[in-house]
């Protein structure tokens, strides 16, 4: 099957400091993966490279074939990729429909009013991506408001707005309670499985990261020391040097 993302030598550096070091990376259509590491082993600058945010120095990036090196955010998201968690895209005073409403609009191109014409555009939408996040009961409350499960999904719900074909999460359950974090996890596990959405997460919860992806990739200091499936990672002698071993897994 033909790699959905492929990425060659990819290197970034600020200053003098190497945080990127040629990294090869692909995943397949389909596959749930994650990336793990101690802190500032670049996991962060990986996704911001991938995504536009960060510009590379070396290397390449291509997503279904077509080159989005360098492109900008805007211009990756529009070609099917979306990130979501790493800073919260939502309106706090506005409700969970009308979050959802503007970013299905911004897919469209088109602007976002509650009222008038622009007002009724986008409403199947809306309500289909309201559902496949569990969010139709809670359409209407301020999304400020919400409890912090709730506002990860209506997170998560603004990201599947740009109908995304490869989604990136950053710790998607980062402060969220044990139950909150397994509901979080079974709905992108739903999404990966009915959807097709391939999906890359970084977390630091080794429970979540081995109960929910199918492949790892262990990164140190910039670069990829360890790739393979759950079982090979746990086992791998680096991997437990580098950051398993103190984390008991």
């Not at 397949?28 to 960060?54: C, D, R, V, W």
Request: contains cysteine; proline residues 2%.
């Amino acid at each position: 099957m033909a790699a959905i993302l492929e990425v060659t030598d990819l290197q970034k550096h600020f200053g003098g400091i190497h945080v990127t070091r040629n990294v090869n990376f692909s995943m397949e259509e389909g596959e749930q993966s994650a990336i793990i590491g101690p802190n500032g082993a670049g996991k962060s600058t990986f996704m911001n490279l991938l995504t536009g945010y960060h510009r590379c120095d070396a290397g390449k990036v291509m997503f279904e074939g077509q080159d989005i090196t360098n492109r900008a955010p805007h211009q990756i998201a529009r070609l099917g990729i979306s990130r979501a968690f790493q800073i919260s895209s939502i309106f706090a005073k506005m409700s969970v429909a009308e979050n959802v409403r503007s970013a299905v609009h911004a897919q469209m191109r088109c602007s976002f009013s509650i009222f008038g014409v622009a007002g009724r555009i986008g409403v199947e939408e809306t309500e289909r991506v309201l559902a496949l996040c569990g969010l139709e009961a809670k359409r209407e409350l301020v999304a400020g408001e919400l409890a912090q499960g709730d506002k990860k999904r209506l997170e998560l719900a603004i990201a599947l707005a740009g109908k995304p074909r490869l989604l990136f999460l950053d710790e998607p359950t980062a402060g969220m309670s044990i139950e909150e974090g397994r509901s979080t996890m079974e709905l992108v596990d739903r999404l990966n499985h009915e959807l097709r959405l391939t999906v890359l997460f970084t977390e630091h919860d080794m429970g979540i990261v081995f109960n929910h992806a199918r492949k790892l990739t262990l990164l140190h200091r910039g670069e990829i020391v360890v790739q393979g499936t759950p079982a090979e990672v746990r086992a791998n002698e680096i991997a437990q040097k580098v950051y398993l071993g103190e984390r008991h897994v």
